[in-house]
């Protein structure tokens, strides 16, 4: 395998996940296809046994794949980053070190069909989540179909990182709000699709391990200022973005921005104060009929939806 033949790169970020990085590096190995792919894995200084396990299967498949690491912990972010100026494929597939594929077949399912639609610049697929150790299904799209906008922006419909699969020249120079966001698969996703179009395939594909010990999620909702933080980093991003499309979608995006002002303002602040804050009323009033249901709701029976989100959080 040189680089020059190499078709597909497979970026895995990894960090403390002895538990289950066999299974995810198991995973890629299994892959069966008619191309050449590399697998790139960014250990950023487990604290566990996570190098070691990766170091083992560096040495026994030296020519597959390749561990990109460094003398200190960097960060997600970075060691994301470091992986796409290491990778030499015309597309990426991503895949963290705590989840995994579970169809041989699922890179080259994703690679056929972009190469076949010049306009695609993502592809995704269903898959299953476990957690609390319990495995489920995912609740997305009921058929193969393209990925609509609205879905993406919103953040509509759940296209974990696992199965994604994407053009990697499209990434290649990405515009500062990218490197400027906490998390990177969001504003991913949104400059992809504003660059072709998005394909799901209904066809279970991986596994998405949430509330997994020390994963971005745990850490962003372990305290109110780091959600705080959150929504004011994806608020500065909607904006950007607005820029960065030429304002083909402003409508839209301005929508999402409202949403994520009366989100920081419903932290911020009780609900009863809420209620006789002209500022925010004036938000609500801007928004459309069933997202001002939704936040009506929040308002008026905040116990109950405060009980509704600690039940999501525990059990999905």
Known sequence: MTKNNIEVSIYCVTYNHEKYI???????????????F?????????????????????????NKIKKISSDKNVGGKKNFLRLHDHANGKYVALCEGDDYWIDPYKLQKQYDYM???IDCSFCSHSGYIISNNIRKNMKLYKKNRKVAFEDVVYNKVLLPTAS??????????PPDFYFNSD???????????????????????????????????MRVNSSKENILNHYNKLINTLKAYNEYTNFKYEDIINEVILMR????????????????????????????????????????????FDFLRRVKNKYF
């Open 22 to 36: 066999k299974k995810t590096i198991e995973s890629f190995l299994d892959q069966k296809t008619n191309f050449d």
């Open 38 to 62: 590399e697998i790139l894995i960014g250990e950023d200084c487990s604290l566990d046994d996570t190098g070691k396990i990766v170091d083992e299967y560096v040495n026994k498949y030296p």
């Open 115 to 117: 190469e076949n639609n």
């Open 164 to 173: 994604l699969f994407y053009r990697k020249s499209y990434m290649d120079n």
């Open 183 to 217: 998390v990177l698969d969001y504003p991913m996703k949104l400059i992809l699709i504003s660059k072709g179009y998005g394909y799901y395939l209904n066809e279970k594909m991986s596994v998405y391990r949430r509330h997994v010990k020390g994963s971005w999620t």
């Open 261 to 304: 002002k009366i989100d920081v303002m419903s932290l911020e602040k009780d609900f009863k104060v809420l209620k006789k804050d002209r500022k925010y009323i004036e938000l609500i009033k801007k928004m459309p009929i069933k997202i001002k249901l939704k936040y009506m709701f929040k308002i008026n029976f905040p116990k109950f």
